[in-house]
């Protein structure tokens, strides 16, 4: 019988269940930690949160991320700040989605939605620049027409890597420790986080 | 018609016996279109059923798209390929080129036109058999056709004036003539039992009267070792995997048929599995008894169901059994290698069935001769035995090599 035992095997295999997912018909859960396309955050009054520090762009390993910073107007400010993100562009023919400049950014201006089912037909619109980067005035990511939307994509932005961003450190792992933004206040905890007693930040 | 009457190609279809009309022509073409359209459309389905089994025992989904469950994605490959670009290389020999795809494609389609596909009906007002052509050597022709299929091949990679596609075609020109041989003693197998060379005799012969037919009239059981060697013989004859030797996608960048685009790449495939579906439809005549089954009880017995349909449905219904069991094999078995192909066609396959022709051409004459069994049988098995030993003695073992040839 057994050279005749991979016909059983076979024959075996058709009456298991299939793994396979419809995928462009239905769609996996995203998980956690995916990373997608960035968004540019504001603070819950409408001020950005990008301050043009360039960290995001010296620590951008496929330097896919152009930024020049300008001092804020004092009659009109952008940002809290002094300084403000002047130019803000990102090149998404290079950007390998490491999200090594939402963990090097100070102020969590810069941080990944979990959209990733993007394709341009030219390349100027692959490279990004502040005014569709920038959240609108609901706090929602601008939606280019090129891009397929199709759940809540934008209303978790990186939490995972933002609660474990340098702003804290590793004891908030698992929970959700970041300031509130435009539109969604202080962000819901994800799948694996609470949001209940956060610790105090590090001095 | 009337040389053709008196040889008797013509005289066994009740529609041909008396004054040929243009109602009785028309029979003839409604018959071939038919056969033709039921063949087109059943290798159609064959190549979707068999992608979606293989994906099956692959856990995997396998074509949906096109179609209800991707019914009609034989028919989106077709419309695609047949709009392609047909690329002819500079080095090809183009009448030949062009005309290979068809002389491989014919002898499948003519192979089932000698096939009884269901009962005795009538068209048209006119009584006549669910049979395209009935031949009183159809068993011949299918042997004849089944050679000549080799000539697609073979002036395929030939005329493409291209190495590998040569390679291929002397592979599996090779290959098919090695089967041809065991293919056509383990159709002897029948032919000893049934005494004709006709089809529908044969197939008239295995008629259903009960259960116990399976075992009594069907010719599977007295030929059970035929059976099985004609299953693997034309495994080899229509290029099925185990036996895919002439594509060989790993090896030979698709053999002989390396060189061809579009439409004509397509017919190539679509006379391969059209051969699976001849090649299965042949054995259900040849061992399953074709369109004998039982009748639906609660209906008439000559009633329009019983009579039409219910033949040509156990017909197919076995020669799905049997398409199956070649997905199956497909799924299951790896590719062998050269020697070992050549290995069990010509030590083996050739060698059994000559000795079962020899043992049960004895048991049959001295059935009718009224001989004693008894004394004839074992006289038949030690006659085979003493000739297998003789065999054996020629046959190289494993770590003998071969007298070169000076």
């Known amino acids: ?203 | 018609m009337s040389a053709l009457r008196t040889f008797g190609l013509l005289a066994t279809d009740p529609a041909l016996t008396g004054h040929i009309s243009w109602s009785v022509l028309a029979v003839i073409l409604i018959k071939v279109v038919g056969a033709f359209v039921l063949l087109l459309v059943s290798v159609m389905l064959y190549i979707w059923a068999m992608r979606k089994v293989i994906a099956d025992m692959q856990n995997r989904v396998g074509p949906d798209n096109a179609g209800p469950y991707g019914v009609l994605q034989t028919l989106a490959d077709g419309i695609k390929l047949f709009f392609k670009e047909q690329s002819i290389p500079d080095t090809a020999d183009r009448p030949v080129f062009k005309l290979a795809p068809y002389l491989s494609l014919l002898p499948a389609f003519l192979m089932f036109c000698v096939i009884p596909v269901g009962g005795r009906v009538s068209i048209l007002g006119h009584q006549t058999y669910l049979q395209v052509a009935e031949l009183p050597m159809g068993v011949l022709f299918i042997l004849a056709m089944s050679g000549i299929g080799v000539y697609g091949v073979m002036l395929a990679g030939w005329s493409s004036g291209s190495k590998y596609p040569l390679l291929g075609s002397v592979r599996a020109s090779a290959q098919l003539l090695s089967y041809e041989g065991a293919l056509g003693l383990a159709v002897l197998g029948v032919l000893i039992q049934a005494g004709t060379l006709s089809t529908r005799t044969i197939v008239q012969n295995q008629a259903w009267v009960n259960v116990g037919s399976i075992v009594r009239e069907w010719y599977w059981l007295p030929a059970l070792v035929p059976f099985g060697i004609f299953l693997i013989a034309a495994t080899a004859e229509t290029n099925h995997p185990p036996f895919d030797l002439v594509e060989a996608e790993q090896e030979l960048v698709g053999g002989f048929h390396t060189e061809y685009t579009g439409i004509r790449f397509a017919i190539f495939f679509l006379a391969e599995f059209m051969n699976v579906i001849t090649m299965s439809a042949v054995a259900v005549t040849l061992f399953l008894g074709g369109p004998s089954g039982p009748a639906l009880g609660f209906l008439s017995r000559t009633g329009t169901i019983n009579v039409w349909l219910m033949p040509v449905v156990w017909f197919m219904v076995k020669v799905l059994a049997l398409l199956f069991g070649t997905v199956w094999l497909r799924a299951s078995l790896p590719r062998m290698r050269y020697d070992q192909l050549m290995a069990l066609g010509w030590k083996y396959l050739i060698e059994i069935a000559i000795l079962w022709v020899m043992v049960s051409a004895t048991i049959v004459v001295a059935r009718q001769n009224g001989w004693h069994l008894w004394i004839a049988l074992p006289a038949a098995v030690l006659l085979a035995l003493g000739a297998y030993g003789m065999l054996w003695l020629a046959i190289p073992k494993p770590g003998e090599t071969v007298e070169e040839f000076r």
């Open chain 1, 1 to 203: 019988m057994g050279r005749l035992a991979g016909f059983g095997v076979t024959l075996r295999q058709m009456f298991k269940p299939r793994l396979t997912t419809d995928y462009p018909k239905e769609k996996s859960p995203r998980p956690e930690r995916l990373h997608g396309r960035h968004v540019l955050n504001r603070y819950e009054d409408g001020m950005e949160k990008c301050i043009g520090c360039e960290l995001c762009a010296g620590v951008c390993p496929a330097r896919c991320i152009y930024v020049r910073g300008a001092d804020n107007p004092t009659d009109d400010p952008v940002s809290p700040g002094e300084r403000y993100g002047f130019v803000y562009e990102i090149n998404y023919l290079r950007c390998i989605h490491c999200d090594l400049c939402v963990e090097a950014c100070p102020t969590e201006a810069i941080t990944e939605t979990k959209l990733f089912e993007f394709s341009f037909t030219n390349r100027a619109d692959a490279i990004y620049t502040k005014d569709q980067l920038l959240v609108d005035d609901d706090g929602r990511a601008r939606r280019q027409p090129w891009e397929l939307w199709d759940g809540h994509e934008d209303e978790h932005t990186s939490a995972w890597m933002r609660a474990t961003s340098p702003s804290g450190s590793a004891a908030y792992e698992g929970r959700a420790t970041w300031s509130g933004e435009l539109g969604f206040g202080v962000r819901a905890a994800e799948q694996g986080q609470t949001n209940d007693d956060a610790p105090e930040r590090d001095a």
